[in-house]
């Protein structure tokens, strides 16, 4: 199993990405000698829901400030934008063992050693996948799959205000406090320097 192909594509609106996404799983699920890829950006501004009936983590969907887009994630409503990196892996998860949780706790540990690097001790939290600096959270993540291909992935707050988390309940989680690695780390870190430091560990995806 060859590491995979990482790319950093700078600010890219969401449905660019999303399309970009759809169009590498659609040609690796009709040719699997096609590299893995793991796309690293930044969003513009939209809030994002998964797959569930249950929307009270929106609080109100006409007052959001950005746009809303559903799509094919588990977890409730989440926030990117300016400050966040954001990472797809696109992983044939047949030679991973064709384990989705797995697949979920190598990306939370990617992020804890992320973190690391900058000098912010990160971890779980027992029940709730993501990343987190004690009880503050730092991460999220939701996948899909299509063909045991995997998409979709994860955001890290990396610097800024993350204001747009204000307009939610992340992730569904009440009472929950966002948090950045500049914060913690106590000096400004950029996005593009995070997507650096990601890209060296992705090698281990």
């Given at each position: 199993?060859?590491?995979p192909?990482?790319?950093?594509?700078?600010r890219?609106?969401?449905?660019?990405?999303?399309?970009?996404?759809?169009?590498?799983?659609?040609?690796?699920?009709?040719?699997?000698?096609?590299?893995?890829?793991?796309?690293?950006?930044?969003?513009?501004?939209v809030?994002?829901?998964?797959?569930?009936?249950?929307?009270?983590?929106?609080?109100?969907?006409?007052?959001?400030p950005?746009?809303?887009?559903?799509?094919?994630?588990?977890?409730?409503?989440?926030?990117?934008?300016?400050?966040?990196l954001?990472?797809?892996p696109?992983?044939?998860?047949?030679t991973?063992?064709?384990?989705?949780?797995?697949?979920?706790?190598?990306?939370?540990?990617?992020?804890?050693?992320?973190?690391?690097?900058?000098?912010?001790?990160?971890?779980?939290?027992?029940?709730?996948?993501?990343?987190?600096?004690?009880?503050?959270?730092?991460?999220?993540?939701?996948?899909?799959v299509?063909?045991?291909?995997?998409?979709?992935?994860?955001?890290?707050?990396?610097?800024?205000?993350?204001?747009g988390?204000?307009?939610?309940?992340?992730?569904?989680?009440?009472?929950?406090?966002?948090?950045?690695?500049?914060?913690?780390?106590?000096?400004?870190?950029?996005?593009?320097?995070?997507?650096?430091?990601?890209?060296?560990?992705?090698?281990?995806?």
């Amino acid at each position: 199993m060859s590491a995979p192909l990482t790319r950093w594509l700078g600010r890219v609106a969401f449905s660019d990405a999303l399309r970009m996404q759809e169009e590498i799983v659609a040609r690796k699920a009709a040719d699997l000698s096609l590299p893995d890829e793991v796309l690293l950006l930044e969003h513009e501004s939209v809030f994002t829901m998964g797959r569930t009936p249950d929307q009270s983590s929106l609080r109100d969907p006409a007052q959001l400030p950005a746009p809303l887009v559903i799509i094919g994630r588990g977890g409730q409503a989440t926030w990117h934008g300016p400050g966040q990196l954001v990472g797809y892996p696109l992983l044939d998860l047949r030679t991973r063992g064709q384990d989705l949780h797995r697949h979920l706790r190598a990306l939370e540990e990617m992020l804890i050693e992320l973190c690391a690097g900058f000098g912010v001790v990160a971890g779980r939290r027992d029940g709730l996948t993501g990343v987190w600096a004690e009880e503050r959270k730092l991460a999220s993540i939701g996948v899909g799959v299509r063909k045991w291909i995997s998409m979709h992935g994860f955001a890290i707050n990396v610097c800024g205000e993350l204001e747009g988390f204000s307009h939610i309940t992340p992730c569904g989680i009440a009472g929950v406090e966002m948090t950045s690695i500049s914060r913690e780390a106590g000096r400004e870190i950029s996005v593009q320097e995070a997507a650096d430091a990601f890209a060296k560990l992705a090698v281990d995806l």
